[in-house]
């Protein structure tokens, strides 16, 4: 437990550059108290302990904004930044080194029951807002842009963003392990330019056969 514990914190100093102490990381950071709470809530869920996990998870959810149901599996370094939103559903699998931003929701698409959620792999980074959602597979070292509404699978190396969401781009090398918010593509934006490039061509062709 103890050895979870260091990993957690410090997975919180390696992306949260605003962290400056474990004093403050342990006392204040929401993210890690909802890990926390969960560790322990799914330990007794495993144990088949009635209704005291599930009553556990609601009081953190009260506390931090953050509901992870107690039955949800989670790996090593998970990092939640600010959390506020965050929803994690029952049959959620989440592998090693993942980092959630506000507002992410995995969940399910309706009533069927058996296994409903995401599995998230290894290293895998999802933008603020963004719902990943069913029992679909996300691939190892992805990214999932802000907002973004994924409900298929996703490769590994893989850039998805939109609604709903679409792979945009693949590596075959790995990606840091933090969303750059900034230069993520943009297929609309993409898609604009290049039907602006063949107006400008089509103009430039109709304007030649005007001369001759």
């Not at 400056?20 to 929401?30: D, G, K, N, P, R």
């Not at 230069?183 to 103009?203: G, N, Y």
Request: hydrophobic share 40%; charged share 25%.
């Amino acid at each position: 437990m103890f050895e979870r514990l260091k990993e957690d914190i410090k997975a919180v100093f390696e992306r949260d550059p605003a962290a400056t102490s474990y004093l403050e990381v342990i006392l204040t950071y929401a993210g890690l108290h909802a890990l926390l709470c969960h560790r322990v809530s799914h330990w007794l869920w495993r144990r088949s302990m009635p209704f005291i996990p599930r009553f556990l998870s609601q009081i953190c959810r009260f506390f931090t904004g953050i509901e992870i149901h107690p039955g949800a599996t989670i790996g090593r370094g998970f990092f939640i930044d600010h959390g506020m939103g965050v929803v994690i559903g029952e049959t959620s699998e989440i592998g090693d080194n993942v980092t959630l931003f506000q507002g992410v929701t995995l969940g399910g698409t309706g009533k069927e029951r058996g296994k409903r959620h995401p599995t998230i792999g290894n290293n895998v980074v999802i933008g603020t807002g963004a719902k990943i959602l069913g029992a679909i597979k996300i691939g190892d070292h992805v990214k999932i842009g802000a907002n973004s509404v994924v409900l298929q699978d996703v490769p590994p190396y893989s850039t998805v963003v939109g609604i709903p969401g679409r792979v945009v781009r693949i590596k075959d090398k790995k990606f840091d392990n933090m969303m750059d918010h900034i230069h993520m593509p943009d297929p609309i934006a993409r898609r604009f330019e290049q039907m602006e490039k063949e107006m400008e061509l089509l103009k430039k062709i109709v304007k030649d056969k005007g001369k001759k």
